[in-house]
């Protein structure tokens, strides 16, 4: 009868090893071997190498073609680089004009006492500078879609933008809406700092004999609580600006990818054994079981 059992074990075990070479229920090769950023000017996207000078220059040259990243990194420090690169000359008087008018029209009206005047010029003179990055990042060549480096610069450029270039139009009030929230909210509680603030400093103040209806440990109490949730939303903005720069790469890379309708099936022999085989202390004599293991991946 043993005999019989470990002969119908053996017989199992061998049906359930050819049954496994025929299962081949998997996904299509080319998924896995399916290239996701074909762009020849960019073999490698901008995220995977740090930025070279010398790959830099030889772009501004024009002997070479330079990652999308590489080229706005390399403009942020040289003004007028994507220009160059992009071969739109006739940008450069306009980019240095915008950017050095400003600022120099700003230190003038700051030596004149004229402070109002000079912050809004260096405004104008930070907004051009952001224009020529973003002019770049437009113009750049070629246009393959999708591109994960074009991508992440829109979102970084503009919040929400990459999710518009790749088409996931859904996510904007999600993102846009969350953070004008969070906005909104640093603002209310930036101002209500600024008044329990004010009160703390009145009701300290030695020289002056405050009246008001709030004490000082009060105005001491609300200061702290809507400094801490000022800063908390501080936190909420950088992280929401964040999280939608990585969508917008992560979604980008991801947006040729195949997914196919198969499952895949293994199948394969398994031994098993008594549930109290290896944790009793007197091992019980039943014998072990030949079986078939089954897993499905979807």
Same mark, same amino acid.
């Given at each position: 009868?043993?005999?019989?059992?470990?002969?119908?074990?053996?017989?199992?075990?061998?049906?359930?090893?050819?049954?496994?070479?025929?299962?081949?229920?998997?996904?299509?090769? $080319?998924?896995?071997?399916?290239?996701?950023?074909?762009?020849?000017?960019?073999?490698?996207?901008?995220?995977?190498?740090?930025?070279?000078?010398?790959?830099?220059?030889?772009?501004?040259?024009?002997?070479?073609?330079?990652?999308?990243?590489?080229?706005?990194?390399?403009?942020?420090?040289?003004?007028? =680089?994507?220009?160059?690169?992009?071969?739109?000359?006739?940008?450069?008087?306009?980019?240095?004009?915008?950017?050095? =008018?400003?600022?120099?029209?700003?230190?003038?009206?700051?030596?004149? =006492?004229? @402070?109002?005047?000079?912050?809004?010029?260096?405004? *104008?003179?930070?907004?051009?500078?952001?224009?020529?990055?973003?002019?770049?990042?437009?113009?750049?060549?070629? @246009?393959?879609?999708?591109?994960?480096?074009?991508?992440?610069?829109?979102?970084?450029?503009?919040?929400?933008?990459?999710?518009?270039?790749?088409?996931?139009?859904?996510?904007?009030?999600?993102?846009?809406?969350?953070?004008?929230?969070?906005?909104?909210?640093?603002?209310?509680?930036?101002?209500?700092?600024?008044?329990?603030?004010?009160?703390?400093?009145?009701?300290?103040?030695?020289?002056?004999?405050?009246?008001?209806?709030?004490? *000082?440990?009060? *105005?001491?109490?609300?200061?702290?609580?809507?400094?801490?949730?000022?800063?908390?939303?501080?936190?909420?903005?950088?992280?929401?600006?964040?999280?939608?720069?990585?969508?917008?790469?992560?979604?980008?890379?991801?947006?040729?990818? $195949?997914?196919?309708?198969?499952?895949?099936?293994?199948?394969?022999?398994?031994?098993?054994?008594?549930?109290?085989?290896?944790?009793?202390?007197?091992?019980?004599?039943?014998?072990?079981?030949?079986?078939?293991?089954?897993?499905?991946?979807?």
């Amino acid at each position: 009868m043993n005999h019989m059992k470990l002969i119908c074990s053996l017989l199992a075990a061998f049906l359930a090893a050819f049954f496994c070479m025929e299962a081949s229920a998997q996904f299509k090769e $080319e998924a896995f071997s399916q290239q996701y950023n074909d762009d020849k000017a960019a073999d490698q996207d901008s995220t995977d190498v740090l930025f070279s000078f010398k790959e830099y220059f030889s772009g501004l040259r024009h002997e070479a073609d330079i990652q999308i990243g590489t080229m706005t990194a390399g403009s942020a420090v040289i003004l007028g =680089g994507s220009q160059i690169y992009n071969k739109q000359y006739w940008k450069l008087p306009i980019v240095y004009g915008a950017i050095g =008018g400003s600022l120099a029209t700003g230190i003038y009206f700051n030596t004149q =006492g004229r @402070h109002r005047a000079a912050r809004y010029c260096f405004i *104008a003179s930070g907004v051009a500078y952001w224009a020529t990055l973003f002019d770049g990042v437009i113009s750049y060549r070629p @246009h393959v879609y999708p591109d994960p480096g074009r991508a992440t610069l829109y979102s970084i450029f503009v919040p929400g933008l990459g999710q518009i270039y790749n088409h996931e139009y859904w996510k904007l009030p999600i993102y846009l809406g969350a953070m004008a929230f969070a906005v909104h909210y640093y603002m209310d509680c930036n101002t209500n700092y600024q008044r329990f603030r004010s009160i703390y400093l009145q009701a300290t103040d030695t020289e002056t004999t405050y009246t008001g209806p709030i004490s *000082a440990d009060q *105005a001491l109490y609300y200061r702290n609580v809507y400094r801490r949730y000022r800063d908390y939303s501080a936190l909420a903005i950088a992280a929401l600006y964040l999280l939608q720069v990585i969508d917008a790469n992560v979604f980008s890379y991801m947006h040729n990818f $195949e997914v196919d309708d198969d499952i895949a099936l293994k199948v394969a022999p398994a031994l098993i054994m008594p549930e109290n085989q290896f944790a009793s202390i007197n091992p019980v004599t039943q014998p072990a079981a030949v079986g078939l293991r089954l897993g499905i991946s979807f």
